[in-house]
C-alpha cells in the first residue's frame, strides 16, 4: 500500500491534519489504536478568546477561533452532524471579585433555581463548545469509508525511515507524521521532546433539569454534552502515577458540586487520560531536522480544540511544501531546538 502520509494518532491532532491533507487531494492512511480515554476526550473543548483566571485575552485567539469555526462548520457539513455550538459560559464570582470589563454582568436570578450563588453572576461572551466526541467519532467513519483508516497500536520496531519515505509493515509512505499524544514520549524516533509528566480527569454527570444550552463555571466547569450528560472537571495531575481514578478528587469534587448545585445528580463515570502536556506549554510540530520523512504534530495542551485548526493548516502548508515557513506569530516550538 502506498500513501503520501502515514499519520499516527487520531486526536485532535491527527483529526484536524489528516482533514486538511484530505482537502488537498493527498492520499492517506491514520492509524490509531481505539483508546477510548484518549486526551481529547477528556477535555473540555470550550473555545473563547479569554484565559487565566484573570480572563485576560488569550495569546493568538485572534487567528485562532476564526480558523476553528470555519473548520468545524466545514466538518459539519462533510460529516452531516453538529459538531461546535456557540453558547454562553456563566461564571459565579465570589462577593467581591474584581470587576472585569471583559465579562457581561448577569441577575442572580437567572440561574438561582438551579444553584447556589452566593455572590456575583457573570457571563463570558463569544464561547463555543466542540463536541469532541461526535467530531473525533465522525471522522474516524469517513475515514474507514475511504479505507484511509487501521485500528491498531503502532510499533516502532516494524518502522523503517529511509531520506526520502518511510516503510511500515505493508505500507509505503512519503512522510509519516507522528500525532499520538503522550506516547511521543517513548518513540524512538522522538527522543528530547520537552514534555512533562501531566493527567487529566473529568466527572461524567447526569443532571436532570439543568439547562443544557449553557456552561457553567465556578472553579469546576459543567459543560453538557450531546448524550445528555454534563462534563464535570477537570484535575490535572503533575506527579502521574498510574492511570487509575483519583477518589480523593472525585470525592472532593462531588462534595464541591453538592454545595453549588441545588439540584440532584448522579455520578456516571469518572474518566482519565494521560495529556501530552510540553514544556512551556506550546505545540510541537514540524519536520524532523535529521529526518525529512518524518512530521510532528503533538503538544495542542488546554486549548487544542480552539488553536488546533490554524496549527493544522500550517502543518499541512509545510508538508505540502517543504520550503513554507510556519509563521511563529502565536507561538510553538521548533523542533531542530529539541531534536538533533
Not at 71 to 97: D, H, I, N
Not at 164 to 171: E, G, M, N, Q
Not at 239 to 248: A, V, Y
Not at 300 to 326: C, E, N, V
Request: glycine residues 10%; contains cysteine.
Amino acid at each position: 500500500m502506498k500513501v503520501d502520509f502515514l499519520i499516527v494518532g487520531q486526536g485532535v491532532a491527527g483529526t484536524l491534519l489528516s482533514y486538511q491533507l484530505l482537502k488537498a487531494r493527498r492520499s492517506l492512511l491514520v492509524l490509531d489504536e481505539g483508546f477510548g480515554g484518549k486526551a481529547s476526550r477528556v477535555a473540555g473543548a470550550v473555545m473563547n478568546p479569554l484565559s487565566g483566571k484573570q480572563w485576560k485575552p488569550a495569546p493568538g485567539a485572534d487567528l485562532f477561533l476564526p480558523e476553528a469555526l470555519a473548520t468545524y462548520r466545514e466538518l459539519e457539513q462533510l460529516l452531516r452532524r453538529s459538531l461546535v455550538q456557540a453558547m454562553p459560559l456563566y461564571l459565579f464570582q465570589e462577593s467581591g471579585a474584581a470587576v472585569l470589563p471583559q465579562l457581561q454582568p448577569v441577575s442572580p436570578q437567572l440561574l438561582d433555581t438551579f444553584f447556589h450563588i452566593p455572590g456575583r453572576l457573570d457571563r463570558l461572551p463569544d464561547t463555543w463548545l466542540v463536541d469532541a466526541a461526535a467530531l473525533l467519532d465522525g471522522w474516524t467513519d469517513y475515514l474507514q469509508e475511504k479505507g484511509a483508516f487501521r485500528r491498531e497500536r503502532f510499533d516502532a520496531a516494524q518502522c523503517m525511515v529511509l531520506p526520502d519515505r518511510v516503510h511500515y509493515r505493508d505500507i509505503e509512505a512519503g512522510t509519516i507524521i507522528f500525532c499520538e499524544g503522550a506516547a511521543a514520549r517513548d518513540n524512538p524516533l522522538l527522543q528530547g521532546l520537552p514534555f512533562t509528566t501531566n493527567r487529566g480527569e473529568a466527572l461524567l454527570l447526569d443532571i436532570p433539569g439543568l439547562p443544557s444550552d449553557a456552561l457553567y463555571h465556578k472553579g469546576l466547569r459543567l459543560a453538557p454534552r450531546s448524550d445528555g450528560l454534563f462534563w464535570c472537571g477537570s484535575n490535572y495531575t503533575w506527579e502521574l502515577k498510574g492511570m487509575r481514578p483519583d477518589k480523593d478528587w472525585r470525592g472532593n469534587t462531588l462534595a464541591a458540586l453538592g454545595e453549588w448545585l441545588k439540584l440532584p445528580f448522579r455520578l456516571e463515570d469518572h474518566i482519565v487520560a494521560e495529556r501530552p502536556t510540553t514544556a512551556g506549554q506550546v505545540p510541537l510540530l514540524g519536520l524532523h531536522p535529521r529526518y525529512p520523512a518524518v512530521a510532528l504534530f503533538n503538544g495542542l495542551g488546554t486549548r487544542g480544540f480552539s488553536a488546533g485548526p490554524f496549527w493544522a493548516t500550517q502543518l499541512a502548508h509545510q508538508l505540502l511544501d517543504p520550503g513554507y515557513k510556519i509563521p511563529a506569530l502565536a507561538g510553538y516550538a521548533r523542533l531542530d531546538k529539541w531534536l538533533r
